[in-house]
């Protein structure tokens, strides 16, 4: 029945990353008013993802330690960029939204990375640990490129 749905593994994903993109949407629309601080925003959605890993542990240990082409990694970036980029799109007011863009990417590959450093490394999973991390390294993008 798999293949009544799906045409391989990567299909499969691909309609989980967008059920995860929409259900951080759906979580952050609710939790987070986005007018408040871009840094905030952005450490929502992260709580999100990291809620979604810690109930899903031992499945995305297995996604990511097993993810040789970098296909798994790419789409959540992917996803994950474009929901931050539309809720700031609507919410704020940029010179040049292209560099906000580019910032997002940035930052959101980067703890992807890390995640995935964990998992390859063996690391012990703690929330509250990697969010406090991001809220260090992560800059304020709450002033820079507004018009």
């Known amino acids: 029945t798999f293949y009544d749905h799906f045409n391989d593994k990567y299909e499969l994903f691909e309609s989980y990353v967008v059920y ?3 259900l951080c949407d759906e979580r952050v629309s609710i939790s987070v008013d986005s007018k408040d601080s871009i840094n905030e925003l952005f450490i929502e959605y992260m709580k999100i993802l990291l809620d979604e890993i810690e109930s899903n542990f031992e499945q995305y240990k ?3 330690i097993n993810n040789y082409n970098s296909y798994i990694k790419k789409s ?3 996803i994950f960029t474009k929901s931050i980029m539309s809720k700031l799109e609507d919410d704020f007011k940029f010179n040049d939204l292209s560099i906000v863009n580019l910032g997002v990417y940035f930052y959101v590959s980067g703890a992807i990375s890390m995640i ?3 998992f390859y490394n063996n690391l012990p999973f703690d929330k509250e640990k990697i ?4 809220n260090k390294i992560i800059p304020k993008f709450d002033n820079y490129n507004r018009k």
């Open 116 to 118: 995935e450093y964990g």
């Open 131 to 134: 969010l406090g991390l991001f």
């Open 62 to 64: 297995v996604i990511f």
């Open 76 to 78: 959540l970036v992917d």
């Open 20 to 22: 995860v993109g929409k």
